[in-house]
DNA sequence: AGCTATTACTGGACTCAATCCAAATATTAC
DNA sequence: GTAATATTTGGATTGAGTCCAGTAATAGCT
């Protein structure tokens, strides 16, 4: 999808995800979402409806492009953060971490969307999908550092908890407008009462043993 | 799609919710969800594909009936929760009273197939729009309650990381197999630290001013 | 130049969910 | 028996997504 290894033989690519994301920009602003096929989408773009797939797995993954090239980017963030921080405050850092990479200037399509997600089961379903694989990241990330069972209900109700809250931020920020600056407050601001809350269990849990 | 009025004239109804719902989740069985086509659903029921969309508007629908059922209470349960509580504290209320619905024995097929939810982006899209629209009355009470906007960050962020634990918490429930007892600990659990996080954010803010 | 392996593009056929609509059918009320 | 009402039905249509066999364009080799 996002960075192919350029092969060194075969037929050269007529296109690239970016093209066929900004012709699909194009046209999702003139005819809506719902209203441009793919056929619309890849005719701008000079290349056959076959095609497509070649770059993408469905019409909606090109509203994710830059979401999708970022947020890959959580379990190293997630790694890279010193192993004797507590639990809460690494999620913290991995997540700000991310989100650093979203200026005023760089706003995802499917951020300014994000009302429009509602509207076509094709943006659910791939909303979801980008929703869960970052909590199942986060999810295994919890549960390794707390020794306990990727199945408990304590790790995935932190990472479903603290995902949805870094989700909201990144609506509300794409929301703001022209006066919005960088993510990364609205993030802290979100996700910081989260991380508070469940730490304070965790102390708890811990010095009763 | 649940209940509906018995009309006093026309034509008798030849299904049900129920009966469709039923032949449904023996096919899922037999042949998986991606395995059953519409069709066959309404062959076993007796009745013609098209009858299936007098009683459903897609076929992830089916799975969902008990859950639409019960959560549809989300509101009214908010809303009988006396207005001198705390945000947080009428919140877990909230949702409690929601949750004691299920019991051992009636767990949803939605929540026993949490995992194959990723399987299907029919099914992906049908669980978000679920998720979204408790998000969104739970954002439509807190911003009431707070007197915010419902665009601000806060009620958005609450909302998005209460249901989100909430959720979590009943995929673990399910997941417990025929150990589990009630959901109602389950949630209690999870989401009580995300309601401490909020709600120590908004008693400093109340006392700063 | 010709050959081969590799990779990408193409067109067409197919499945299925979902939408729309114009009959046809079965009831109640009169 | 007739009108009003509501439901069922079949058929047509759209569009996403899958599959595949055939074709085209490149690099490397001889």
Known sequence: MGKTVRPTSGRPRLSSCQILADAASELFLERTYA???IEDIT???????S????????????LWL?????????????AAVPSDEPVMAAIRRGLLAVAVEFGPGRVPWALT?????????ELEA????????QVKVLREFIA???GLDRDDLLPQAIATAVIGAAVAAAAAWARAGVTRGALTPYV??????????????????????
Chains 1, 2 share one sequence.
Do not use: W
């Open 66 to 78: 830059e979401v999708d090239a970022s947020v890959i980017h959580l379990a190293d963030a997630l």
């Open 43 to 49: 005719q701008r773009a000079g290349v056959s409806r």
């Open 51 to 62: 095609t497509f797939f070649n770059y993408f797995s469905a019409k909606s993954d090109v």
């Open 35 to 37: 209203g441009t096929t």
């Open 113 to 121: 969307q994000c009302d429009l997600m509602a509207t076509s089961s």
């Open 188 to 209: 802290a601001e979100a996700i910081s009462p989260v991380c508070a809350g469940f730490q304070a269990v965790l102390d708890a849990a811990a010095s009763k043993r």
């Open 144 to 146: 390794a550092k707390l």
């Open 126 to 133: 791939s909303a979801l999908s980008r929703f869960l694989a």
